[in-house]
């Protein structure tokens, strides 16, 4: 069975579910299945260890309440007073997701809550904070409840604030803000998903759970990931820092001008059509290293290593040159390629 079969499937099997229901749903087994995928497993082997769509669904339906009939107790929303400078968000077993939205100020809204869940919204000096506690341990078996549980801030689309968010049981999710200043997400057994914004300076730490970003703009972006792939999109700016540990680092069609600095622990590295930096380090300790930069190799000093294979380029130092290439691995080839 393929993704696309699969998702189709279950779509139908969730039409008792509203439309929203069925799209987090979805958005769940997709990231599951994107970050096995990263991690080097089969699609099939996945797809199978997943179960039969319709048996999915079933599990779903057994515990499933309809939206009409939850009652006020499972969510509710509220909307900032003041003028916000910073959110700060900490969420102990919900998905937290932050996006741009024509609203006045931010707009917090929670969903498939229940009496063990306290939220508490606060303001103070231009702060906005959003804490979710559990008082109670989540039952694993109820795959609705952990599928669905959400925290929603919409923030104005102009809003050129800062923004904090840490989660223990839950991924992080960042859509469409363009003025953003500083953001820095802390997921434990989640992933951080960022598409669409930019940043002045962003900071994310994933432990046991994916890193993915599209379409982003950052001045500084530093990354570290534990028990995780990262995946780079479309993304750009001044200086990329990305730390994996037990998981590959990707990136593909990104262009960061003065610093461009991967590192990996038992993953490969894989750079894709990246555009040129004034240094790029790409050092890995148990895997190969390979890199597209489109810049020409002249303009480079290279400094290439492996104590196990075989390296293209091979150093050639250039105190001339106005830019450097370091990549440096153990257990692995080294295959630069330059298309300038």
């Known amino acids: 069975m393929k993704r696309a079969e699969f998702l189709e499937r279950l779509m139908q ?14 958005e769940y087994y997709e990231e599951l299945l994107d970050d096995a995928l990263e991690a080097g497993e089969a699609e099939e082997a996945v797809l199978a260890g997943f179960g039969a769509p319709e048996e999915i669904a079933q599990r779903i339906k057994a515990e499933y309440v309809p939206q009409e009939l939850t009652g006020a107790a499972t969510g509710g929303t509220t909307a900032a007073q003041q003028e916000t ?33 306290q939220i508490e919204v606060a303001e103070e000096n231009g ?14 078996g109820l795959l609705f409840t952990i599928i669905n549980r959400q925290i929603q801030i919409e923030v104005p689309r102009e809003y050129a604030g800062s923004v904090q968010v840490e989660t223990k049981n839950g991924a992080i999710r960042l859509e469409e803000m363009k003025q953003l200043a500083q953001v820095g997400c802390h997921a434990r057994n989640g992933a951080v998903r960022m598409a669409g914004c930019c940043v002045q300076a962003l900071a ?25 792939a990262v995946h780079l999109q479309r993304c750009a700016g001044g ?23 991967l590192g990996s622990q038992n993953g490969a590295i894989q750079v894709q ?36 294979g075989r390296c293209t380029p091979p150093t050639c130092l250039r105190p001339n040159a106005g830019k450097t290439l370091y990549a440096h691995t153990v257990n692995g080839r080294v295959t630069i390629a330059f298309c300038g």
């Open 13 to 26: 099997a969730l039409a008792f579910m509203t439309a929203e229901e069925r799209r987090s749903v979805r």
């Open 85 to 117: 400078k910073l959110v700060c968000v900490h969420s102990e077993t919900a998905t937290v997701r932050l996006s741009g939205a024509d609203v006045a100020k931010p707009q917090v809204t929670w969903s498939n809550m229940d009496e063990w869940d």
């Open 127 to 140: 702060i906005l904070r959003v804490q979710h506690i559990r008082r109670a341990p989540l039952r694993i």
């Open 204 to 228: 994310i730490e994933a432990r046991n759970g994916a890193v993915k970003l599209e379409d982003c703009e950052t001045g500084s972006l530093a990354v570290q990931a534990f028990n995780g």
């Open 239 to 261: 200086s990329a820092k990305v730390q994996g540990h037990n998981g590959a680092v990707r990136l593909a069609g990104c262009q960061f001008a003065r610093l461009l600095e």
């Open 273 to 308: 059509e990246s555009g040129p930096a004034d240094c790029i380090r790409l050092l890995n300790k148990n895997g190969s290293i390979t890199a597209e930069i489109l810049d020409k190799e002249e303009a480079y000093s290279i400094d290439t290593h492996t104590a196990n």
